[in-house]
Nanobody
Framework: QVQLVESGGGLVQAGGSLRLSCAASERTFSSYAMGWFRQAPGKEREFVATISWSGSSTDYADSVKGRFTISRDNAKITVYLQMNSLNPEDTAVYYC???????????????WGQGTQVTVSS
């Protein structure tokens, strides 16, 4: 199975920026779609963003569209989530996820990281 390791979480002031990274350990399959999900305190896990491994397709939740950008570096087998204009509502544990195919973009992910905490203070 694919091992996913997130990094880059932390504490940031409202209006600030943060970049999360997700590194995959398995390179046997070259076309994994990767996504980001988050779970805020007392809330259910929700979809944030996803990208095909080739980078040709992306999808974003309405709540982050225009503020977050997902990208990837094939040489490093790493996916990033650039988060700008952060607000306290973005506070959550962010999880990296992966699956063999892109569709459906917001569901049916097979592999999951352990999460990284993002806290946005006001």
């Amino acid at each position: 199975q694919v091992q996913l390791v997130e990094s880059g979480g932390g504490l940031v002031q409202a209006g600030g920026s943060l970049r999360l990274s997700c590194a995959a350990s398995e390179r046997t399959f070259s076309s994994y779609a990767m996504g980001w999900f988050r779970q805020a305190p007392g809330k259910e896990r929700e979809f944030v963003a996803t990208i095909s491994w080739s980078g040709s397709s992306t999808d974003y939740a309405d709540s982050v569209k225009g503020r977050f950008t997902i990208s990837r570096d094939n040489a490093k087998i790493t996916v990033y989530l650039q988060m700008n204009s952060l607000n306290p509502e973005d506070t959550a544990v962010y999880y990296c996820a992966a699956k063999r195919t892109y569709n459906p973009p917001r569901d049916r992910y097979n592999y999951w990281g352990q999460g990284t905490q993002v806290t946005v203070s006001s």
